[in-house]
């Protein structure tokens, strides 16, 4: 068995968290788990991606183009800029709110529901979270509430509970009650 995770989104947005989250909760189902994120981005509020392969033999952590089973992303754009790694049946989870990455500052401006409807044409499988109501808790949770939506939809190899589990485990005390709260958020937003 091979699962291979695509993450995607800005600096600031928690995808780098995310992927250390869907890592800790494979691995305590006794999957072996290779992760790589591109960090540097993440400070500067540029484009961040992660790689997160689930799976009995992994040699390498990269995912190679065109091999991915499910692409999480946080902002539709940066969806859009990682769909070549999503495989032929590969699902998409994406936020429908818009984030400018720095790196665009001199683009024009672009619409999500553009970067959507492009999704809608290139992905076999597209589920779309309402950004607004995911952040009516806290901007802050945006990515744990993805991660309760994408567990809820069946995309990993694991169940939501084990997810969710993981969370005390993972996260400050002091943080994890509102995680909590927005991962249920997720999940019933699905």
Known sequence: MMFNLM?????????????KLIAAAAMK???NVRTTETIGMAQ??????GHCRIGDEIFSPLIPLGSANALIAFEPAEAV??????GKDGVVLVCNRAVKPVTNLNAAE????DMIDFLKANASKLIVVDGQQLEGQNAKTLNVSLLGAAAQSGIFPFDADTLKDILPEMLPQRFLEMNLKAYELGRKLV
Do not use: E
């Open 7 to 19: 993450i995607a989104g800005v600096g600031g947005q928690g995808t780098v968290l995310a992927s």
């Open 29 to 31: 189902k006794g999957f």
């Open 44 to 49: 500067r509020g540029g484009c961040v991606f």
């Open 81 to 86: 800029r990682q769909i070549a790694f999503l």
């Open 110 to 113: 672009y619409k999500a529901s």
